[in-house]
């Protein structure tokens, strides 16, 4: 099938804009029509028997991994370990009894996820993915193929599908949650209740493009920008800064937030903004105690947080952007949004090539 841009100037607008929809389908596919209860495709999958899940990936795939490492330990109580996969090949790590791997990918054909997946057959229990195209190689030689249903992604920058693989992965620790009972019954709902919500709230966040759109614009000017994340955000403050290199070519980097001050805090001066992508959440204090550490530094701190999170922490930011308020669980989906626009409108306000960047490909089949 074609796919058009739909109006859109590029693909990758088009990707983002379509993401109410796409998870919306997404989160339907995988829950009960009465959306109480989740159901999976494929074989029973036993999540009490799963002693270790390791989850491999390359790119923004692997962000996705690093994301749901923190949802399957503090929803499923289950160990994880996560790996990019042009290392652990050759690592050869050793896939003790109960382990179950997960291979992440939006292709299904990036070669170094694929030999990883290989390199597993015979020693873990079970093979499972997270895929995009339901006929690639990865997802021919998984035993349990999940789809991510993001549709055809064009863009070199991986949006949709990253947003769509977090959902189902999230979908997997819940299951994994009840199934070890981890997790109690009510706040079993709540979460199932507020995923269902969540595509709307999307929608909310991608009303405040043209405030992302003018916070770019300042952006463009930066030659080094940092991206500071705690707890879950800390995988998406590396989406946000893989993001903006890819398409606007600015050198960016993602630190946990308290590792700011172990190295990161020297390069902090007025030329380096800082973007902190901080919901109001239990962690909040902490972000906002290294926020003041750069902002005593002269740093340009850009604060994307909820109402209460400005109103706590604003004072004193260069800008901020402010996001509906969400389940703590669920913010790095709803705020993979305000990452994806700030690069996209850093690269459009530096005239670079968004769905073409340079040096990149979509799918990488050789090693
Ligand atoms: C390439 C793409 C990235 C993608 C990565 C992994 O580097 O440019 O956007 O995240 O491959 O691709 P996969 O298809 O395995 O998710």
Request: aromatic share 6%; glycine share 6%.
């Amino acid at each position: 099938t074609r796919v058009d841009k739909g109006g859109h100037k590029h693909f990758m607008a088009k990707e983002i804009a379509e993401q109410p929809t796409v998870l919306g389908e997404a989160i339907r596919n995988y829950l009960s029509s009465d959306g109480t209860a989740i159901s999976l495709p494929g074989d029973a999958l036993d999540f009490t028997k799963i002693n270790r899940l390791t989850m491999v990936a390359c790119g923004t795939a692997f962000y996705a991994c690093l994301t749901a490492k923190y949802w399957f330990e503090q929803l499923a109580n289950m160990p994880v370990e996560v790996d990019v996969a042009s290392e652990f090949r050759y690592r050869e790590p050793p896939v003790t009894e109960g382990t179950v791997a997960l291979f992440v990918s939006q292709s299904g054909e990036t070669a170094d996820t694929l030999a990883a997946l290989r390199y597993c057959e015979g020693k873990a229990d079970k093979i499972l993915s997270v895929v995009n195209v339901p006929e690639s190689s990865i997802a021919r030689e998984s035993d349990i193929a999940f789809p991510i249903l993001a549709g055809t992604e064009i863009g070199v920058a991986s949006t949709k599908a990253f947003t769509c693989q977090l959902t189902v992965l999230l979908l997997l620790a819940l299951e994994a949650a009840k199934q070890r009972g981890t997790l109690d019954d009510a706040r079993f709902a709540e979460l199932l209740k507020n995923l269902s919500a969540l595509p709307g709230l999307v929608n909310i966040a991608l009303d405040g493009e043209p405030q992302m759109a003018a916070a770019a614009r300042k952006l463009a000017e930066a030659r080094d920008i940092l991206f500071l994340g705690r707890g879950v955000m800390y995988p998406l403050a590396l989406e946000g800064a893989l993001k903006l290199k890819e398409i606007s070519y600015i050198h960016a980097e993602a630190y946990a937030s308290g590792e700011l001050k172990h190295g990161p805090i020297a390069l902090i001066d007025k030329h380096v903004p800082v973007v902190v992508l901080a919901p109001r959440d239990s962690l909040f204090d902490k972000t906002v105690s290294n926020m003041q550490e750069v902002m005593a530094r002269a740093g340009k701190v850009l604060l994307v947080s909820d109402r209460a999170g400005l109103d706590e922490g604003g004072d004193g930011t260069w800008l901020t952007l402010q996001m509906p308020s969400v389940d703590p669980v669920l913010s790095p989906i709803l705020y993979a949004v305000p990452a994806q626009l700030l690069a996209y409108h850093t690269a459009i306000a530096k005239g670079t090539d968004v769905d073409q960047p340079r040096n990149l490909a979509k799918s990488v089949t050789v090693e």
